[in-house]
């Protein structure tokens, strides 16, 4: 753990709602994902959380925040946000739509207001790793955080390990 953090657009939000949370920085890998996060945290991938941005077949963007372990059903998520399909969005376009480099991405701090879908088990956790707007930095929090600050919506979307 690090007290030496960056002060990004997600820790700002974070602190002007008052979200306790603990910042923590480790080398960031091109690619590594949330194993790699996990692993330098030591911490089991199931709590570190992806901040995904995908869009719709109208091509409006939302968020999806899925556990580190599990990949995003799509036709689950299409199916809880009422939308004919949702796809991830290509690199370059979720950078402009979030703000944040991928491998960065917070759901704090979005450059626009995005809706946020959470996946339903992350809300029974007690503590969740997740980005702090920076590669190679996590914030941990408490999961209602996230419905609290973001108005995260919980759908069932997310496929078995």
């Not at 002060?7 to 008052?18: M, N």
């Not at 979200?19 to 949330?34: A, N, S």
């Not at 692993?39 to 959380?49: A, I, R, S, T």
């Amino acid at each position: 753990m690090s007290l030496d953090y960056p002060v990004t657009a997600a820790v700002r939000v974070l602190r002007q709602h008052g979200v306790p949370f603990t910042p923590v920085t480790y080398p960031y890998v091109d690619r590594g994902g949330t194993a790699h996060s996990a692993e330098m945290l030591g911490v089991d991938e199931h709590v570190v959380v992806k901040t995904l941005i995908f869009e719709d077949e109208t091509a409006k963007p939302l968020v999806i925040l899925q556990h580190g372990d599990r990949a995003v059903a799509t036709k689950a998520v299409a199916a809880a946000i009422g939308a004919r399909l949702v796809r991830p969005c290509a690199p370059e376009l979720a950078q402009r739509h979030s703000g944040y480099l991928v491998g960065g991405t917070s759901p704090f701090g979005l450059k626009k207001a995005l809706p946020v879908y959470v996946e339903r088990s992350i809300l029974a956790l007690p503590q969740i790793y997740l980005n702090g707007g920076k590669r190679g930095f996590l914030v941990a929090i408490a999961p209602r955080e996230l419905v609290r600050v973001l108005d995260a919506k919980p759908i069932d979307a997310s496929t078995e390990p």
